[in-house]
Nanobody, 120 residues
Framework: QVQLVESGGGLVQAGGSLRLSCVGS????????MGWYRQAPGNERELVST???????NYADSVKGRFTISMDNAKNTVYLQMNSLKPEDTAVYYC??????????????WGQGTQVTVSS
């Protein structure tokens, strides 16, 4: 089982920036995609952005042009640079890893979540 550890959340004023990081650790796994989802109080968890091991990215319309996802394959780490933050970006952000284990079974893992709060 791969473990995910997130960092970088916090409190920021509207217009500010934050950078989230997520490191995957475990033995013998092959990344398919890594990404970020978020969940605000009373809302369902929603996609923010994903990136494949080949570098293909995907963004929710609400964050296009403001957020940038990147991945360091060698370090099994995904980053989310969040600029021009808005109060509506306030949520718990969860890291997600879609991977193949040593017997080529496809598995999805989630991090514990990190709080991002944007004040107006």
């Amino acid at each position: 089982q791969v473990q995910l550890v997130e960092s970088g959340g916090g409190l920021v004023q509207a217009g500010g920036s934050l950078r989230l990081s997520c490191v995957g650790s475990g033995s013998r796994f092959s990344i398919n995609t890594m990404g970020w989802y978020r969940q605000a109080p009373g809302n369902e968890r929603e996609l923010v952005s994903t990136i494949s091991s080949g570098g293909t990215t995907n963004y929710a319309d609400s964050v296009k042009g403001r957020f940038t996802i990147s991945m360091d394959n060698a370090k099994n780490t995904v980053y989310l640079q969040m600029n021009s933050l808005k109060p509506e970006d306030t949520a718990v952000y969860y890291c997600n890893l879609d991977y193949y284990n040593y017997i080529r079974a496809r598995i999805r893992s989630w991090g514990q979540g990190t709080q991002v709060t944007v004040s107006s």
